[in-house]
C-alpha cells in the first residue's frame, strides 16, 4: 500500500511562486514508475499537470509548460510541484498520484489547495 500527503498549498498573488510537496510511504519513491500532479477547479473535471519518470524524464501539460517544474528527491521519498508564474486560472486542488505497474495511477493523494488571486 502507498500512501501519499501533499502540502504546500496555499494563497498567493498573481506572478508569484508555491512549490507542493507529496510525501511517498509504503514504497520506495524509486520503486514507482510515474508520479504525477493534477488538479481539479470547482465546477471543472479533474486534470493532467505534470508527471516525472523512474527514470526521472518529464512531461507536462501545455497549460503549465514553462512555469511548472515536477522533481523528485529518492533519498526523502518526495515529489515536489515548483510554481513559477502563477495565473488566478491555476486556482485548484492540486493532487499527486502513484502508477506502479502501468499507466493507471493506482495511488492519489488527499489534494492541497492552491489559490492564485489577481
Known amino acids: 500500500q502507498v500512501q501519499l500527503v501533499e502540502s504546500g498549498g496555499g494563497l498567493v498573488q498573481a506572478g508569484g511562486s508555491l512549490r507542493l510537496s507529496c510525501a511517498v510511504s509504503?514504497?520506495?519513491?524509486?520503486?514507482?514508475?510515474?508520479m504525477g500532479w493534477f488538479r481539479q477547479a470547482p465546477g471543472k473535471e479533474r486534470e493532467f499537470v505534470g508527471r516525472?519518470?523512474?527514470?526521472?524524464?518529464?512531461f507536462y501539460a501545455d497549460s503549465v509548460s514553462g512555469r511548472f517544474a515536477v522533481s523528485r528527491d529518492n533519498l526523502n521519498n518526495t515529489v515536489y510541484l515548483q510554481m513559477n508564474a502563477l495565473k488566478p486560472e491555476d486556482t485548484a486542488v492540486y493532487y499527486c498520484?502513484?502508477?506502479?505497474?502501468?499507466?493507471?495511477?493506482?495511488?492519489w493523494g488527499q489534494g492541497t489547495q492552491v489559490t492564485v488571486s489577481s
Open positions: 516525472i519518470s523512474r527514470s526521472e524524464s518529464t
Open positions: 498520484a502513484a502508477a506502479t505497474i502501468g499507466a493507471e495511477y493506482d495511488y
Open positions: 509504503g514504497r520506495t519513491l524509486s520503486s514507482l514508475l510515474h
